[in-house]
């Protein structure tokens, strides 16, 4: 799977030699993989739903790994139609274990539709942190308000609102900025994406502005995750460098999600890992803002 021209060229200048593992990342066939959505169901009982309907699984941390052609057989379960189970690549995963919300806690999700890694902080903290879910497009608000009845969240506030405009005087504990990008560590066999350098330079514009925002928004010690499923330099540590530029501190991801690759990062102690047959390329970095 060779992406476009111009994301290639902007991936040879980032990773030299290693291009060529990105491109075979973004040539195999990944796996379908979900995890528990624990506010309904245990990582047991969606073990055995699975085992029961013939699917074969693997293990990738928290997530189940299934064979593509068998993605239908598990959107067809009563789990997936209940919410027990969530349909998520291990990559969009990590950001909310890396937030570490705790109850009791004000969370904002900046960019929250379809709502996979806002349900994920509501079941890390069994529903007891308060949790604001933007989104700015109608359209997928009223599918992240959909996805969070489905799957029990409770104490969320979901806005239609452009998170870049938040009131200043809003104040959280914890931020998670899973921003808009251009999606170039998504590429697949079945779904090339849509690079161009206007897309990139809007994504750009944008995750500025929202890591501005964020940085205002958080309570004296509060914690920034920015992430992206994006490999491109611009998106990753060039932001994150910007976030510095603004007093936010980075600060060491000590977890290391399992079989994943990673990529060299200039970010001191942020992930980005590769994409391959369980995960899509995708950065992740933590700040603390003082
Ligand atoms: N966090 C989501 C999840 O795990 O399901 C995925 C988020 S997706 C990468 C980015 C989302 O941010 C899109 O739904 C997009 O419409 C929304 N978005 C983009 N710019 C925004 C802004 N300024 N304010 C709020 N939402 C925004």
């Known amino acids: 799977m060779i992406p476009d021209g111009q994301l290639l060229i902007r991936l040879k200048n980032a990773y030299g030699e290693r291009t060529e593992e990105i ?15 624990t506010l309904k169901a245990s990582d047991e009982e969606i073990a055995f739903a699975l085992s029961e309907a013939g699917i074969a699984y693997e293990r990738i941390g928290s997530a189940f790994a299934v064979d593509p052609d068998h993605e239908t057989r598990v959107r067809a379960l009563p789990e997936y139609a209940n919410g027990s189970l969530y349909m998520q690549n291990p990559s969009s995963m990590i950001p909310p274990l890396v937030l570490g919300a705790k109850a009791g806690e004000n969370i904002l999700d900046m960019c929250a539709a379809p709502g996979g890694k806002t349900s994920q902080i509501a079941a890390l903290t069994g529903n007891g942190a308060f949790i604001t879910a933007c989104e700015k497009d109608r359209i997928r608000a009223k599918r992240l308000k959909h996805n969070l009845t489905l799957l029990g969240v409770r104490r969320v506030n979901v806005m239609l609102t452009d998170s870049s405009k938040l009131d200043p005087a809003m104040k959280f504990d914890r931020i998670l900025l899973d921003a808009p990008c251009t999606g170039s560590g998504t590429v697949a066999p079945r779904s090339p994406g849509k690079y161009s350098e206007k897309l990139l330079a809007g994504c750009v514009r944008a995750q500025r502005a929202l890591i501005k925002r964020a940085v205002t928004l958080l309570k004296k010690g509060g914690t920034l995750v920015y992430s992206t499923c994006s490999l491109l330099p611009e998106e990753n540590e060039e932001a994150a460098a910007y976030a510095v530029t603004l007093g936010a501190e ?21 992930l980005l890992i590769a994409p391959d047959e369980y995960y899509e390329g995708f950065f992740v970095a933590k700040f603390v803002v003082g």
């Open 23 to 37: 491109v075979r990342g973004f040539g195999v066939r990944r796996k379908s993989t979900l995890r528990a959505n």
């Open 250 to 270: 980075t600060e060491k991801i000590d977890l290391r999600p399992e079989r994943a690759r990673l990529l060299c990062c200039g970010t001191r102690g942020a």
